[in-house]
């Protein structure tokens, strides 16, 4: 079954609103977490990598105060899209990093559309 | 980081023939994942691949494991309809290395 889940599934918001997108690891604690964005017929980018009580490390062309990421807890990453435009719309999707078995496990994505 | 790259980028089928596609990667791995997506959908994982291993099966699926090659494949067999997707190659490295994705093989099965 998942191991890494993604809520919600999909969200529709308005231009200028904040959207959050959580993502759990389900059966281990992960230090590390990863987002993804996925554009019409492209293929997946790497948008930043979540370390669990310190500061994500964005990849470069990501704004970092335009994609808000906490990884508070061990099993728990967030993603927040500030003052969503609809050049925004995209398929968000997160990695979990399990350190036991040294392995990451994809999360099934959040579609976003911003009208 | 780790990319995986896959070919084809497009096959076309007909429904109950066999599909394969590779995934080449550059580094030494961890592991490797394939994964499925359905046009607008999310990512579905099929199978986990581990460097020690050379085969494995699930259900229609066969993924095999070159490391000397630095590649991979997977077959699916007696395709349906419903294997109309794209598939993803996720090679890891271990470590936390990040892992970037190709551009995928679009499979599509005719009925």
């Given at each position: 079954g998942a191991v890494v889940s993604q809520h919600p599934s999909w969200v529709i918001c308005k231009s200028g609103t904040s959207v959050k997108i959580e993502c759990r690891s389900l059966d281990f604690q992960a230090t590390t977490m990863f987002w993804y964005r996925q554009f019409p017929k492209q293929s997946l980018m790497l948008m930043a990598t979540s370390n669990e009580g310190s500061k994500a490390t964005y990849e470069q062309g990501v704004e970092k105060d335009k994609f808000l990421i906490n990884?508070?807890?061990?099993?728990l990453s967030t993603l927040t899209v500030t003052?969503?435009?609809?050049?925004?719309s995209s398929f968000y999707i997160c990695s979990a990093q399990n350190p036991t078995t040294d392995t990451q496990y994809f999360g099934p994505g959040t579609r976003l559309t911003v009208l | 980081s780790q990319q995986g790259e896959e070919d084809p980028q497009a096959l076309s089928i007909q429904e109950g023939e066999n599909a394969t596609m590779n995934c080449s990667y550059k580094t030494s791995i961890n592991n490797l994942q394939w994964y499925r997506q359905n046009s607008g959908r999310g990512l579905v994982h099929l199978i986990l691949i581990r460097s020690n291993e050379r085969e494995k099966h699930s259900g229609r699926l066969r993924v095999t494991l070159d490391t000397s090659k630095k590649s991979s494949s997977l077959l699916i067999t007696?395709?349906?309809?419903?294997?109309t997707a794209s598939y993803f190659c996720a090679p890891y490295s271990g470590g936390y290395q990040k892992v970037t994705f190709g551009t995928g093989t679009k499979l599509q099965v005719i009925p």
């Amino acid at each position: 079954g998942a191991v890494v889940s993604q809520h919600p599934s999909w969200v529709i918001c308005k231009s200028g609103t904040s959207v959050k997108i959580e993502c759990r690891s389900l059966d281990f604690q992960a230090t590390t977490m990863f987002w993804y964005r996925q554009f019409p017929k492209q293929s997946l980018m790497l948008m930043a990598t979540s370390n669990e009580g310190s500061k994500a490390t964005y990849e470069q062309g990501v704004e970092k105060d335009k994609f808000l990421i906490n990884h508070a807890s061990l099993t728990l990453s967030t993603l927040t899209v500030t003052s969503a435009h609809p050049e925004d719309s995209s398929f968000y999707i997160c990695s979990a990093q399990n350190p036991t078995t040294d392995t990451q496990y994809f999360g099934p994505g959040t579609r976003l559309t911003v009208l | 980081s780790q990319q995986g790259e896959e070919d084809p980028q497009a096959l076309s089928i007909q429904e109950g023939e066999n599909a394969t596609m590779n995934c080449s990667y550059k580094t030494s791995i961890n592991n490797l994942q394939w994964y499925r997506q359905n046009s607008g959908r999310g990512l579905v994982h099929l199978i986990l691949i581990r460097s020690n291993e050379r085969e494995k099966h699930s259900g229609r699926l066969r993924v095999t494991l070159d490391t000397s090659k630095k590649s991979s494949s997977l077959l699916i067999t007696a395709s349906r309809a419903a294997d109309t997707a794209s598939y993803f190659c996720a090679p890891y490295s271990g470590g936390y290395q990040k892992v970037t994705f190709g551009t995928g093989t679009k499979l599509q099965v005719i009925p």
